[in-house]
């Protein structure tokens, strides 16, 4: 929980109201994080918010990652009207939800839908850490449900893009119980299916969303320096006594010790998804 909040402050100190979600410098560059260098703010939109001089990546929005990865006007958004509820009556609930409605423009932290990419059909989730840093809460899950559901009986390839703090502390016990069935679902499908699942991680992925239908894919790829874990390094480091080795919980880290697959570049997500898809499915 302390990391899940660490994160949200931090994703709150990084991505202020700039058009590309960055920090602005005078409202047309931007400091790049990784670099330090002044970027144009057209450049990084024209990027997908990668750096053009160090290929840092920054987060980017649902939408955005969608028109990275599916072929222009063929994503088809299903369940779009569902909204979350206060069923705990966690103070202000309500008020957290209509503000992150209004600031990214979405009603919850995940979009999904049908889609092809490079004229492969595919059933597309995507998480958007703009909405309550991506948490999954009870909506969210009932969309990876569903989006696996699609999948299975439209025999689809599933691509699900995770970018998530983990469980949603105001739903409570309604948001663990979406790792249950998000994990009891991919089990139905990856066991009646006959396509491929490909999971893509990107910064951050922790708790929850990490430890069910993210990390149990036939293909998990990774943004690089994609933050991946469980719980955070300061949480482990304070419960262990113990200094944790540099770069722990990167996607490069995670793949030299087997949970990661791939680390892909941003820029070219789009096509070796698509070269995944004609391989395996």
């Known amino acids: 929980m302390r990391h899940w909040l660490s994160k949200r402050r931090e994703y709150s100190r990084s991505a202020p109201e700039t058009e590309s979600g960055l920090g602005q410098i005078n409202g047309v560059f931007t400091k790049c994080r990784g670099c330090k260098k002044p970027v144009y703010e057209e450049d990084l939109k024209s990027r997908f918010n990668v750096c053009p001089n160090c290929d840092y990546h920054y987060p980017i929005s649902a939408p955005e990652r969608i028109k990275l990865l599916a072929d222009p006007g063929s994503f088809t958004e299903m369940a779009r009207e569902m ?24 009603g919850e932290a995940m979009v999904a839908g049908r889609a092809t990419i490079g004229g492969n059909p595919v059933a597309l989730a995507v998480m958007d850490f703009r909405f309550i840093g991506g948490s999954m809460g009870s ?12 999948a299975l009986e439209e025999d689809l390839p599933l691509i699900i893009v995770s970018s998530s703090g983990g469980a949603r502390m105001q739903e409570g016990i309604y948001s663990l119980l979406q790792l249950a069935k998000t994990s009891v679902e991919l089990v139905r499908y990856t066991r009646e299916r006959k396509k491929p699942y490909v999971s893509v991680i990107t910064d951050p992925t922790f708790g929850g969303v990490t430890a069910s239908f993210a990390t149990a894919a036939d293909v998990i790829l ?3 320096g994609a933050r991946v ?22 996607a490069e880290f995670q793949r030299e010790h087997g949970m990661v697959d791939r680390i892909v570049h941003r820029l070219e997500l789009r096509e070796d998804v698509r070269r995944l898809l004609e391989l395996l499915a």
């Open 139 to 150: 909506v969210v899950g009932e969309k990876v449900a569903l989006t696996m559901e699609a």
């Open 83 to 106: 909204r979350a509820e206060n069923l705990l009556s966690f103070e202000g609930y309500e008020g957290q939800l209509e503000k992150a409605r209004e600031k990214s423009g979405l």
């Open 229 to 250: 874990g469980f719980a955070g390094a300061r949480v482990i480091e304070g419960a262990t006594k113990e200094r944790l080795p540099e770069g722990f919980q990167t």
């Open 222 to 224: 990774a943004e690089p």
